[in-house]
C-alpha cells in the first residue's frame, strides 16, 4: 500500500522556518519523483516545489524560491522542505505527492500538515 505521510507543520511567526517531512512507504522511492503542494482556504492548489527521481533536479514555484528548499534521502524513504523567510501568505495546508516525474501529476498523496505564519 502507498504510504506519504507529512510532518513537521506548525505555527511560526513570519520571518521564522519549519522543515516539513514527507515519509514514504509503499513503492521503491527511488523511482518516483515526489513533490509538495499546498492548500489555503479559499485559494487554488499551489504547487510548491518538486524533486526528480534520477538527477535530483529541483522545481519551485516563484512564490516559495530563494526561501524553501527541497531535499531527499532515499535511504530513508524521505523528502524534506525547507522553508525559511516564511510569510503569512504561506500558511496553507501542505501535501506530499508521488509524481512519475516533476512535469507530471501526482497520483498519491498524504493527508497534509498545516502551516500557519503569524504577522
Known amino acids: 500500500e502507498v504510504q506519504l505521510v507529512e510532518s513537521g507543520g506548525g505555527l511560526v511567526q513570519a520571518g521564522g522556518s519549519l522543515r516539513l517531512s514527507c515519509a514514504a512507504s509503499?513503492?521503491?522511492?527511488?523511482?518516483?519523483?515526489i513533490g509538495w503542494f499546498r492548500q489555503a482556504p479559499g485559494k487554488e492548489r499551489e504547487g510548491v516545489s518538486c524533486i526528480s527521481s534520477s538527477d535530483g533536479s529541483k522545481y519551485y514555484a516563484d512564490s516559495v524560491k530563494g526561501r524553501f528548499t527541497i531535499s531527499r534521502d532515499n535511504a530513508k524513504n524521505t523528502v524534506y522542505l525547507r522553508m525559511n523567510s516564511l510569510k503569512p501568505e504561506d500558511t496553507a495546508v501542505y501535501y506530499c505527492?508521488?509524481?512519475?516525474?516533476?512535469?507530471?501529476?501526482?497520483?498519491?498523496w498524504g493527508q497534509g500538515t498545516q502551516v500557519t505564519v503569524s504577522s
Open positions: 505527492g508521488r509524481y512519475s516525474d516533476c512535469e507530471g501529476w501526482y497520483d498519491y
Open positions: 509503499g513503492f521503491t522511492f527511488d523511482d518516483y519523483a
